[in-house]
Each structure stands twice: as C-alpha cells, then as structure tokens.
C-alpha cells in the first residue's frame, strides 16, 4: 500500500533522467532582460556626461519608464501551468473524480478519487502538498493489476482516495494536483491531474451579516439527586432486616421446647441379672455382718419385679400366691408356676417367719432365681433379645431354652410346722 504523505523518493535513482526546471514563460523573462539591460546602458552613461543637456535626461528617464514597466509586467503575470516532465511514452492515464459533484456546505466532506493507469513496472505515488481551503482528513493508496488484451498483465491501476472538509464558502478550484512516477527504467517525473472546481455553500447564506449570539446570562441548574435517599434507605431495610432476624432468633430459641421421649427401658432380663449378681457379690460380706435376712429379702424383690416386668402385673404388691397364679395363666416355657411358688415361699419363711438362713441356702436360692431369670430371656434365632420396648411382653417363640431350673428346697421354720405365706 503506497502512502500519500510521503515522497515517491528523496534522491535521483541512478541513471534517472531528471528534467530541467521550468523557467516561467519565455516573453516575461525577455522583458525582463530587456528593461533591465535598458537600466544599466542609461545609467552609467548620463552620470558623467553632465553637459548632455535635457535630452540626456530625458533618454535616462524613458529608460527608467521601460524597466518599471518589464517589472510591473512580471508582477501581475498569472502563475504559469505546471507542465508535466515525464516523457509522453512514460505517462500514465489519470481520471480524477469528486463525491459529492455538487451540492457541498461547509463543514462537508468532499471525497477525491484519481486513478493512474501506469506501465508495467512503473510506481506512482501522490507526494504531499496543499490543498487549502479543504483540510486533509484522511487518504488511501490501492494499486491492483490491469490486465492487457491477451490476458497478460499490462500494468498497474494505483487508485489513490483523499478526504478533504471544506472550511470555506465559495467557489474553489482544486487542482493541478501533483503525481510523481518513478518508471521502471528508473525515469523521475511529475505529473498533474486536470483542476477541479467545487463550489462551497455556507450554512449562514441567509444572514448577510452573521454574527454570534451575545453571551448569556448563567442560568442555575438544578439537578436532583437521590443518592443519599437510595443510600439510606438501603440501610434502613438492611436495619429492619436484622431487627427481625435478631426476634425472630430470639422467639426460637426460647419457644418452648418438646420434652425430648426417655430412652427404651432395658430388658426385665438385664436389669434382674444384674441385680442378681450384685447379691452374688455381696453374699460373702452379708454372710459376715450377719445381713441374710435383708438379702434374701432384697433377692425377692428382684425376682419378683423381674416377674412383673415379664409377664405384665405389679410383681411387689402382689402377694405369692397372685404372682403364682398369673405365672400359671401365662404358661411360660422352660419353667412351671410351681418352681416360682417354691422360691417365694421360701423367701416369705425368711421374711415374715423371722427363719435364719444359711450361706448354703442363700446360694442355692440364688442359683434358683438366676435360672427363671434365664430359663424367660427372650431369644430369637439363639440370640438374646435386648431390645423390647416397655420390657413387659411375652417372650417370642423362641428355638432354644435354658433347661428348667430345680426349686431350692424348703426352709422349715424354727419351732413350727408349717407357716402360711
């Protein structure tokens, strides 16, 4: 892409064939060597010759006339064409054309479009000059190949394109415009487009005499701004959220709060066992202080609350034969109301009979009440269930069973047959 702001070259390639520059037209510069050989002949000649008399001055005043009028001449001449230096062979085809062709105001923009059909090989570029009254806005340069007759390349078509705005009303004349062709040979030379002319309107054609409006007066604007309203009011919805957010907080964390459920009682089982072993323990040391009485009681109590709990009656405040008689309605397996009937009676003939027991007895007992205890553990599939809600249900069907445990002998009371319970 060729660039318009620059020169086609600063230097003469070599072999380039530069031509003289154009002295102006022939005629004026003839004058102008007439009058001023006029001016030197007539001067050097009347200033010694003081005798000449007054047609000597008169010949110098006529030759002063003569050479103010060669140099008046050659003020006003016109500016002579510029002519073109390339040698006619080399020239290119130029076109130039102008959008908008009319109509054109100030401030407008006028668009210059000039092609150069140029031989092959040559370069063509546009070197910067003037254009005043019209501002160069913007130019472009696109060279394409042209194809000849024969399909063949025949040279080069540069389009060149310049944006000018008219700053000036009235009829301009752009033109001759300068373009400067390096051939391929190595030729310089300069050629010019044809001069156009565009005629600028104003947009003030209407006033004769245009003038700017007088300054006025300042005015004050006021603006409304509800910035500081947006602000605040943010804040003031962010406070009442959090007002709500902190009762809100408040009103759940003292709500009143469901009683959480207890945890599931333990098996009747578990809790009979351990008791039971606890009186194992303890049966050394209650043997020594003399407290068998006491255990022995406290060893019916834990049967009988295991009872109770198994098979669905209040195991303390029922009396022997009730608790006997519910165990008989129940028909539990893997013991027989008898065996139950045995150790409570025993128990009652230490309770409520004042009969000593032994440590051998004690023992025995013990062994008796820890088989019911177990001979009723729920099973399931030979496991021990340890999980039944309420602990007061009938034991499920179960594939195995400890064997019956063997009722403890009587204790005969001192000093009586026999003793009702």
């Known amino acids: 892409m060729l660039s318009l702001a620059s020169l086609v070259a600063t230097s003469t390639p070599a072999g380039a064939q530069v031509p003289a520059p154009d002295a102006g037209p022939p005629d004026a510069a003839a004058h102008a060597d ?8 007539a001067g050097p000649d009347a200033g010694p010759d003081a005798g000449a008399g007054p047609d000597a001055a008169t010949d110098a005043g006529g030759a002063s006339d003569a050479g103010l009028a060669a140099d008046s001449a050659l003020a006003t001449a016109p500016p002579a064409a510029p002519t073109d230096t390339l040698p006619e ?3 290119p085809a130029l076109s130039l054309s102008v959008d908008p062709p009319s109509g054109v105001m100030t401030g407008d923009l006028v668009t210059l479009v000039i092609t150069a059909d140029a031989n092959a090989g040559d370069d063509v570029a546009i070197p910067r000059q003037e254009f005043s009254p019209f501002e160069v806005l913007d130019s472009s340069a696109e060279p394409t190949p042209r194809p000849d007759n024969a399909g063949g390349t025949g040279g080069t078509r540069f389009s060149f394109r310049i944006d000018l705005l008219a700053l000036e009303p009235g009829q301009h004349e752009i033109g001759p415009i300068l373009i400067r062709v390096v051939t391929a040979d190595g030729t310089l030379g300069d050629v010019y487009t044809a001069p156009v002319t565009i005629e600028v309107g104003s947009v003030l054609g209407n006033e004769p005499d245009a003038q700017p409006k007088p300054p006025t007066a300042p005015v004050d604007v006021v603006e409304e701004d509800y910035t500081l309203a947006w602000v605040g009011g943010g804040l003031l919805g962010l406070a009442l959220l959090a007002l709500i957010m ?13 009683i959480p459920p207890p945890p599931p009682p333990r098996p009747a089982w578990e809790v009979a066992l351990e008791e039971l072993g606890a009186l194992g323990r303890r049966l050394d040391e209650d043997t020594e202080a003399q407290h068998l009485t006491r255990w022995v009681d406290q060893l019916s109590d834990s049967l009988r609350v295991y009872l109770g709990a198994r098979y669905g009656f209040d195991g303390i405040e029922s009396t022997t034969d009730e608790a006997v008689a519910r165990i ?6 893997g013991i027989t109301a008898e065996q139950v009937a045995g150790i409570l009676g025993d128990c009652d003939l230490v309770k409520f009979a004042k009969a000593t027991p032994e440590r051998e007895r004690c023992i025995a007992l013990l062994d008796a009440a820890t088989g019911i205890v177990k001979a009723t553990t729920a099973r399931l599939g030979g496991e021990v269930v340890t999980d039944v809600p309420g602990g007061a249900t009938d034991p499920p069907e179960t594939e195995e069973r400890e064997e019956t445990a063997e009722p403890p002998e009587p204790i005969e009371p001192e ?3 026999e003793v009702e319970p």
């Open 34 to 41: 007439a009058g001023s050989d006029a001016a030197t002949d």
């Open 89 to 91: 062979e080399f020239r």
């Open 246 to 258: 902190f009762l809100v907080a408040r009103w759940w964390l003292r709500r009143e709060k469901p």
């Open 328 to 333: 008989r309605r129940k028909k539990p397996k």
């Open 415 to 417: 000093g009586s047959e």
